[in-house]
């Protein structure tokens, strides 16, 4: 706050649409988890800030780099809903449906927090 007006510094605000509301659960916290992301790490301009490299629906999500990979908010936030809802749950979303190929090839997380690798 400077002199009882409240400032937002650019880069430090997210704002979800009307769609947000209609979003199932899950996707929700995915949302979310993707947009904190962004807060995480350098900031734009060095380089190595969390970016949008790609979306789960891009057909070029599949295909990105190790260091797009680490450094994409999409792949970052996936990650973090697939350790808190398991993999079951997370590939249920509408939107992950299409890359449950995907998630076969790699370990998986159940229900409780383990790491399944067969």
């Not at 993707?34 to 807060?39: P, S, V």
Request: overall charge neutral; proline content about 3%.
């Amino acid at each position: 706050m400077e002199k009882g007006k409240t400032i937002k510094a650019p880069g430090q605000s997210v704002f979800v649409t009307n769609g947000f509301a209609s979003q199932a659960a899950i996707d929700k916290k995915w949302t979310v988890l993707h947009e904190m992301t962004h807060f995480v790490g350098p900031r734009d301009g060095t380089g190595i800030q969390i970016d949008d490299h790609a979306y789960a629906s891009d057909g070029k999500f599949l295909s990105l780099t190790k260091f797009q990979k680490l450094h994409n908010a999409e792949t970052i936030s996936l990650f973090m809903l697939e350790a808190c809802e398991g993999t079951t749950k997370t590939v249920a979303s509408n939107d992950l449906a299409a890359h449950k190929a995907h998630f076969d090839a790699f370990p998986k997380v159940s229900p409780s927090g383990d790491i399944v690798t067969s």
